[in-house]
């Protein structure tokens, strides 16, 4: 298939579906119904845009009510909420493969990728009422992006190869296009993340127009806006705006998602979101979404207390901050406490590796760039203990790639490449490299020191630090010295650019999306992994600082480039390759991957349907948002 | 005495001063800022920003700008009776703290009342039945109450009440009053839940106070005016508590002064573990998350309390021990 029919189809299929849909707006919630009748809201034919997005129920339709009882660590866990709405123009698809219409109805491009045109829903509207559409992206380009106070180092997404910005033009009140001056096949995946994750303003693509021109110098007196500075405690008008243009921090600011905030934040004791009125889905049969009333997030300060309130049955619906560890006290209370545990395991990847420092500039550094002592290492590794011990079975033992049914599988023989345990084997290759030993049997470096890596942990998701311990045994059995040094997170990620770790051990969890985002094998990411930080420091500076790569590095920088402006097919084999030298190269060892770490063992109440027994699991997809929690609902 | 207490108030605005310079600049010593932690925050659910995006929002939140500049900043603004904006909650710090005074409040003096009302009497039955069943029993559980982390009991108590009775007893309220506006029914339910932290944090304070009045009574039971007393005939009840007990109390009245921050500090881990709403969990995770305007003032503000305590200390124990003369040239 031809990269352009490709797309062609895939814009058919998002538009088939919703035209199937038209004219067939069935039912909404009583609460809805009540304020119709009251004359409080327009009734739903007037709510909802001509063309209504469908959103398929995973079982069967719903009923409306409840409240889904979730649980968040206060205001740095602001994406709790960005993953339980995953308010964007155009959403992964709940099983990761592809991107479909959400808020925005569809998309088009020219035949080589250098525009594209978002196709907005006429009669859209904000949840308070007021019509969304193009003017709302013209704000963001116009006000936010092109704002040197708000945004002076611009984003990523929208750069043209020359680092100038794309240009954003509004076709019609519903049309709105962008020009790159390269073609730009990653613009779809990236519009797919712009739903104002994070605290970051740089997450938006569209906002509120006129909700947010009263805090724009642009858009209204100074002594107003100096005012409301002022009275909000601020020193600056951006600091105002960076917290007014983000629902979850804002409170009031209305929104396009199925729940908006009800005046709490996320830095409240309780934030709640309540129905969207104008939420613009509905399920095959028209009835509008969502099914459920509202989502509490109830903040603890402790995350094993959240983990409690789990088992005790206080949580409705959630993966985040429960423990892999919980998984069997979890199953354990399974009937007492009304609720199911589900499993939903990663993308591939691997979620334990211990990743070597390529430009370490001490003496162990030459070892660390052998490829020959990197195999080595990795014969040493008794995964099967790992995945007994650490993941409860679960998962397999694996490098850094691809789940097998992903499109970028790069194959059998570099999923399992240098995995299996065999350490006489190791032991013959590493006295190629380290022949000479002490009387205590670690091998000695070159210049006579004993070879000790260090190897950096952040007790992050799993039992990293048990998995380290493990690794340090499995090592020292071949005469390889190591021992592990745990550090808390921020100062752990102080010492990743500034190039001070050997090594670490960290998770894979972006394979299924090397080319948005920062994918972690992309070495110019930050945070940058410990894999290569002078590298990234390397192309920070345009090759004034830090070291040149190697051939093999560089080549993984030139995939990912040419990935976002290749067709599809082009894509998946440049992905392909990008696996192989990844696992090939083994600088990062992979022990044991596919398991549910990730926020992937959720608690889910017994009443609660329509949620899926398998789905794509990452943090590009929003999980749970991917899986469409609009149509989740309570059986009565 | 008012020329002492004049004198030592004078000093306060020095000290603080000073304090806040120290508290400043032990909160920037670990490396990195706000962002370093919000990057690895990020990390953790999976996210991550631009290099010029993060350069943004740190001269955004001026943490571009040279520390003694940024200390200047914040100084002048508490000066000025403004506490600023949290960088982590982005909303006033006066707002966050006041929200949580109260209830840190109610804890703090909860548990402080509980300490006594038991330490004290526990102390003079196991001094005056010296190596008795009841003195052992209480030596023994003293023990217990001062070797057993507060964290720990917590976290046993917490899954003893949810493995035989169901209920997680996190938090001070209920799931429906916790953003109610105060009622009746509010007060009753936050009593409920506020006796469990009582006694968990009461335990350990209990254990270390009983102890120490056991001993300081027994050192003063052995005095010879003791003796004298008896022989004039003087009830043994009277005889204790009108003397020795007034005496032992010495030592405890003078950490009164230490108990006021700790009030507002002690109960960190408990608090974090319980999941309470007070201040101590704010700080800790102004700490971690390198929040340091919020963290400062917090600092600052028990610091403000020790040296408030330690002059109500001065002044009460010149008032109990006619011994303690101040001098004034």
Known sequence: ????????????????????????????????EAMVKAGT???????????????????????????????????????????????????????????????????ESNENFTEWIIRLRPGAKWSDGTPFNADDIMFWYDNILMNQELMPGGVGWMKNGDGSLASVQKLSDYLVKWTYKQPNTAFLLNMANLDGADKSISNLVFVPAHYLKQFHPDHTSKASLDAKVKAAGFDTWTQLFAVEALPHLSGNRPGMAAWVPDGTTVSDQVFTIKRNPYFVGVDPQGNQLPYIDEIRFTFFADKE?????????????????INMSSYPVLKENENNANYRVVTWPTFGGSDAVVMLNQTWIGPEGEYF??????????????????????????GEARQGVPAPFHPYYPGDEYAFRYTEFNPEESSAMLDKVLPNKNSDGHRLMSNGQVLDIEIGVVPQFGAWTDIAQLIVENWAEVGVKAHVEVRERAQHFSMRPANELMSEVWNEDTTGFPFSGQPKFDPRSDPALTFAPLVAKWYASGGKEGQAPPAEIKRLVDIIDEAKTSGRNRQIALAKELFQIWADNVWEIGTVGMTPMIQGVLVANDKLRNVPAVAGNDWPLRTPGDTRLEQYFYSR | MLIYIIKRLLLLPFLLLIFSVIAFLLIQAPPGDFLTSYIAELAASGSSMERAQID???????????????????MGRILTGDLGVSLDWQRPIS?????????????????????????????????????????YFFTVFNYFGVATPTFMTALVLMW??????????????????????????????????LWLPVVILGLDGTARLARVMRANLLDELKKPYMEMARAKGLSEWH???????????????????????????????????????????????????????????????????????????????????????????
Do not use: C
Not at chain 1, 64 to 91: C, E, I, K, Q, W
Not at chain 1, 309 to 316: F, M, P, S
Not at chain 1, 371 to 382: P, T, V
């Open chain 1, 1 to 32: 298939m031809k990269r352009s029919t490709f797309l062609k189809s895939l814009v058919a299929l998002g538009f088939s579906t919703i035209i199937g849909s038209t004219g067939v707006i069935a039912g909404e919630s009583p609460d809805l």
């Open chain 1, 41 to 107: 809201l327009p009734p739903l034919n007037e709510r909802l845009p001509e063309i209504p997005l469908m959103l398929p129920v995973v079982d069967e339709i719903g009923q409306y009510g409840g409240t889904l009882r979730r649980a968040f660590l206060g205001p740095g866990d602001h994406n709790n909420y960005t993953r339980a709405v995953y308010d964007a123009l155009v959403r992964y698809a709940p099983d990761g493969s592809q991107i479909v219409p959400h808020i925005a109805a569809g998309w």
């Open chain 1, 305 to 321: 207390a959240l983990n409690l309130a789990a088992v005790a049955g206080e949580i409705d619906f959630q993966g985040r901050h």
């Open chain 1, 369 to 394: 760039r052998n490829k020959n002592f990197r195999i080595a290492l990795s014969h040493a590794i008794d995964r099967d203990a790992i995945k007994e011990l650490a993941f409860f079975g679960l």
């Open chain 2, 56 to 74: 943004a929002l740190r001269a955004l939140y001026g943490l571009d700008q040279p520390m003694y500049l940024q200390y200047f900043k914040w």
């Open chain 2, 95 to 135: 707002e966050l703290i006041g929200e949580r005074m109260g209830l840190t409040l109610a804890l703090g003096l909860g548990t402080f009342v509980f300490t006594w009302l038991i330490a004290i009497p526990i102390g003079i039955f196991s001094a005056t039945r010296k190596y008795s069943f009841f003195d």
């Open chain 2, 160 to 193: 003893i009440a949810f493995k035989y009775y169901g209920v997680s007893v996190t938090g001070l309220f209920s799931a429906e009053y916790i953003d109610a506006p105060w009622s009746w029914d509010r007060v009753v339910d936050l009593l409920q839940h």
């Open chain 2, 239 to 329: 005889l204790v508590m009108k003397y020795p007990v007034r005496l032992a109390m010495n030592p405890l009245i003078s950490t009164i002064g230490w108990y006021l921050p700790l009030i507002f500090s002690g109960s960190v881990i408990v608090a974090t573990v319980m999941n309470l709403p007070t201040i101590g969990p704010m700080l800790l995770r102004a700490l971690i998350s390198q929040d340091m305007f919020l963290a400062g003032t917090i600092i600052l503000f028990y610091m403000m309390l020790a040296v408030v305590g330690t002059l109500i200390s001065d002044i009460l124990l010149a008032w109990l021990d006619p011994r303690i003369r101040l001098d004034e040239e």
